[in-house]
Each structure stands twice: as C-alpha cells, then as structure tokens.
C-alpha cells in the first residue's frame, strides 16, 4: 500500500490560486500513475489530472485545462496540482490517488476513480465570490 498525504487546501477568493501537494510514502517507488480528484457536495467525484509516473506523461480534464495543471517531483514522491483562476465552482473536497499497477496497455490515462485503489483524506478547496 502507499500512503497518500493532500496538503495546500483552503479559503481563497474567486480569482486567486492554490497549489496543492500529494506526498507519498510506503510503497511509493511502485507507484505508476498518480491522479488527483475532486468531489463536490452532492455531486461525483470527478478527474482533474493525472500523471504517468516514470515517464510524465499528463492527462488535465477539459473542465480545468488552462487553469489547471499537474507535475510531479520524482525525489519527493509529490504530485502537485497548481491551480489559477479558481471559480467558487472550484468549491470541492480534493483527493489524490495512486495506482501500483499498469493494467492497460498502449497509451491510458487512468481517469476513472476505481482505477485507483489508494487516496489519500482529501483537503477542502473554498472559492468564494
């Protein structure tokens, strides 16, 4: 198992920018994708990014590209989210989430949540207007 820690959540006006952190420890060096999520009141969790781990390779949903972006710090074990232009739409519980194994081969992205079988406790992001 990897342990999965979110940090760099919080209050921040609409219009302004957070920067968030995923450490990883425990089984880390077998990570292979790492994503984050987000999961609004009421709604699904939804994909933001995702990274390919030895290679880098990103993946940013359409519903954040442009403010959006995820890297990775591989001496770290981090994944970073830096978010800009932050909408009060923005307002979620934010996760990340690690998966040990490639179960697909070719090009794959990992976005759906059961793809992953490690997250960490999630951080709350508030916009407000």
């Known amino acids: 198992q990897v342990q999965l820690v979110e940090s760099g959540g919080g209050l921040v006006q609409a219009g302004g920018s957070l920067k968030l952190s995923c450490a990883a420890s425990?089984?880390?060096?077998?990570?292979?994708?790492m994503g984050w999520f987000r999961q609004a009141s009421g709604k699904e969790r939804e994909v933001l990014g995702t990274?390919?781990?030895?290679?880098?390779?990103?993946y940013v949903a359409d519903s954040v590209n442009g403010r959006f972006t995820i890297s990775r710090d591989s001496a770290r074990n981090t994944v970073y989210l830096p978010m800009n232009s932050l909408k009060p739409e923005d307002t979620a519980v934010y996760y990340c989430?690690?998966?040990?194994?490639?179960?697909?081969?070719?090009?794959?992205?990992?976005?759906?949540?059961?793809?992953?079988?490690?997250w960490g406790q999630g951080t709350q992001v508030t916009v407000s207007k």
């Open positions: 989430a690690a998966n040990l194994s490639r179960t697909h081969a070719g090009v794959h992205y990992y976005t759906f949540a059961d793809e992953y079988d490690n």
């Open positions: 425990g089984r880390s060096s077998s990570t292979y994708a």
């Open positions: 990274i390919i781990w030895s290679g880098g390779s990103t």
